[in-house]
């Protein structure tokens, strides 16, 4: 499986493109750049499905512009529809850009869930915190985490649908059960390990 990282949308999120044979699967979709819809297309294969870490409006904000384009799924823990209504407001309020509305995310993904693209599975953890329906995915072998788990910290529970006893249980009950070795590629900035996190992530301070 070859990653390739996209820093996209306004506030800069980690958006993955993971290629296997001849499909592809996108890992949130934050800006409907030309450039993004390009680079994707560049790579002359299938784009199956979307899934999203959460709704925040700077992780979905390229899905309609993607579902245009490539005909894809677009997953999301339908717990965060809250939040995709939401996203114009909060994109208007960050930084003052207008959209009407996000429409394409109409395909459900919990807990458990199983997928597969090319020769990989993929499989869906129900992490709510961040958000209630946050949402890692198992990849290969690798996690991809959204704004659950960051090098050395957590996502900020203080934003609606925001609960920090979850987040608490979802790091250590869920994502800390998983192999040390296990590569974390987070929703914003580097990637980490399960071993390291275990060491010195924020959360072992609470
Ligand atoms: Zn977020």
Request: with cysteine.
């Amino acid at each position: 499986m070859i990653i390739k990282t996209f820093i996209e949308g306004p506030i800069s999120a980690n958006n993955y493109l993971l290629i296997d044979n001849d499909e592809a699967v996108l890992i949130d979709c934050s800006s409907p750049r030309e450039e993004f819809v390009n680079a994707v297309k560049s790579q002359g294969v299938k784009l199956k499905y979307i899934f999203l870490t959460h709704g925040h409006f700077d992780h979905i904000l390229g899905c309609d512009k993607f579902k245009e384009t490539f005909s894809c799924e677009i997953h999301m823990n339908e717990k965060d529809r809250m939040q995709v209504q939401q996203a114009p407001q909060m994109l208007s309020y960050y930084s003052g850009a207008v959209i009407e509305s996000i429409n394409s995310i109409t395909k459900d993904v919990f807990d458990g869930d199983e997928f597969v693209f090319g020769n990989v599975k993929i499989k869906a953890i129900s992490t709510p915190g961040h958000t209630q329906g946050g949402m890692c995915y198992l990849i290969d072998g690798k996690l991809f985490s959204g704004d659950t788990l960051f090098r050395e910290s957590v996502g900020r529970c203080d934003l609606p649908g925001g609960n920090w006893k979850e987040l608490l249980s979802s790091v250590r009950d869920k994502l800390f059960k998983l192999p040390d070795e296990t590569i974390v590629y987070t929703g914003h900035g580097p990637s980490t390990t399960i071993g390291y996190e275990k060491k010195y992530n924020e959360i072992l301070n609470i």
